[in-house]
Nanobody, 120 residues
Framework: QVQLVESGGGLVQPGGSLRLSCAASGFITRASDMGWYRQAPGKQRELVAA???????KYADSVKGRFTTSRDNVKNTVYLQMNSLKPEDTAVYYCNAGGRYWSGRSGASWGQGTQVTVSS
């Protein structure tokens, strides 16, 4: 059974940093494309970052240069390092597995989400 568990969210001041973690079980992350999405109140869920099993990455224009996704294949965990956070980054962040992110499609497996709030 595929399971994704996010952690690392919280309240941070503008300009601050957070690192989100997505611990996966039931499949091997190194063999899967993985994505991070976010959903702010009243807005559609959007892709923030994705990484392929081959090592390619992509980022939303709004986070390029500030966010970085990485993996620890020993821990079967995917990360999202978020720097220079802005109030508009406030959202619930979700981990996703098995999507075709370069074609705009999410996978069927989602984590429960973790809240990120950027505010002074």
């Amino acid at each position: 059974q595929v399971q994704l568990v996010e952690s690392g969210g919280g309240l941070v001041q503008p300009g601050g940093s957070l690192r989100l973690s997505c611990a996966a079980s039931g499949f091997i992350t190194r063999a899967s494309d993985m994505g991070w999405y976010r959903q702010a109140p009243g807005k559609q869920r959007e892709l923030v970052a994705a990484s392929s099993s081959g090592g390619s990455t992509k980022y939303a224009d709004s986070v390029k240069g500030r966010f970085t996704t990485s993996r620890d294949n020993v821990k079967n965990t995917v990360y999202l390092q978020m720097n220079s956070l802005k109030p508009e980054d406030t959202a619930v962040y979700y981990c996703n597995a098995g999507g075709r992110y370069w074609s705009g499609r999410s996978g069927a497996s989602w984590g429960q989400g973790t809240q990120v709030t950027v505010s002074s």
